[in-house]
């Protein structure tokens, strides 16, 4: 961080009280949408018009309830919400119903962010067409792959990271009103892949990662919560099993476990793809190093 930026933070604090982090970043999947019961849907209809179906109506209203069961299992009970929502009438009517399992005075607030929807197909979509497209892309690598008249995975990717910022700014100048005592909790109400991408871009993960990662159910939902020492995890609120089934590695996993105690800033060593993932030949000492050469030099 350069002297500028530290003296900025320093006086934002100043300024907007100390940086209160949030207890819990939540990410949901919005419910069954008309579009994965018939793709036939995406052809007359555009995309960000899509509504659920009953049974997506239903999957919201009981997302809901278990997300207030979660919040309010807490320990405090000054725990309070802010909700992020993607534009698309899917993700709305979701966020509409899980709403209903939450009081008024627990909602910070709501805003609708165009930086966290659907990855763009297109247009509409041509059904044929687009089972070609598919598997192209399957062959050309799901995360590169840009749609014709569309995006690729790598565009939702530049999008989600200067939505992280802003979403940094938001906490660092206290515009969700929080209230020094209240357990901050934010919900992103979006699409599986834009919420693969956020998770992506949070834990630095490798393309490849990515590429193995499943999708998240429809009204499914990942918990990244604070840890001790400052750093969120999957793995305080999620199984072991879980995190296999989402596609995630065995090093994946460990690295999760690792930021459940680690102290915030703290660079995971053991983590194969910082460092050992580029390189293949690095000695572990300059000694090390300078022996070898000279192994090399007597045997010529």
């Not at 109506?57 to 979660?70: K, S």
């Not at 979403?167 to 209240?182: C, S, T």
Request: include cysteine; charge should be negative.
């Amino acid at each position: 961080m350069s002297h500028s930026t530290e003296a900025q933070n320093h006086q934002n604090q100043q300024k907007h009280g100390p940086r209160c982090l949030p207890k819990r970043i939540i990410l949901v999947r919005h419910g069954e949408s008309q579009g994965n019961l018939d793709t036939a849907a995406y052809t007359t209809t555009p995309d960000n018009k899509i509504p659920l179906t009953q049974l997506g109506l239903t999957q919201g209203r009981l997302a809901g309830t278990h997300l207030r069961n979660l919040l309010s299992g807490s320990n405090n009970n000054n725990w309070r919400v802010y909700f992020y929502v993607s534009p698309y009438e899917r993700t709305r009517s979701t966020l509409r119903e899980i709403g209903r399992a939450f009081e008024r005075e627990k909602i910070i607030g709501v805003r609708e962010e165009c930086r966290i929807r659907e990855q763009d197909f297109g247009n509409f979509q041509v059904e044929e067409r687009m089972k070609v497209i598919k598997e192209t892309r399957e062959r050309f690598g799901r995360f590169f792959y840009r749609f014709p008249e569309g995006e690729s995975a790598a565009d939702v990717f530049d999008r989600v990271s200067s939505f992280l910022d802003s979403v940094w700014r938001d906490i660092d100048m206290n515009r969700l009103h929080q209230e020094p005592d209240d357990e901050l909790n934010l919900i992103i109400v979006s699409h599986g892949l834009t919420s693969r991408v956020f998770l992506m871009k949070w834990f630095k993960w490798t393309v490849k990662q990515f590429e193995h990662l499943n999708n998240l159910g429809n009204c499914g939902f990942r918990v990244m919560q604070l840890g001790q020492g400052g750093e969120y995890s999957l793995a305080i609120h999620h199984t072991e099993e879980e995190m296999l089934e989402w596609g995630f590695s065995p090093e994946m996993i460990a690295d999760q476990k690792w930021r459940i105690h680690a102290n915030k800033g703290e660079w995971n060593e053991n983590c194969s793809w910082y460092l050992d993932g580029f390189f293949d030949h690095l000695k572990d000492s300059e000694e090390e190093a300078d022996g070898k050469v000279n192994d090399s030099s007597s045997i010529c």
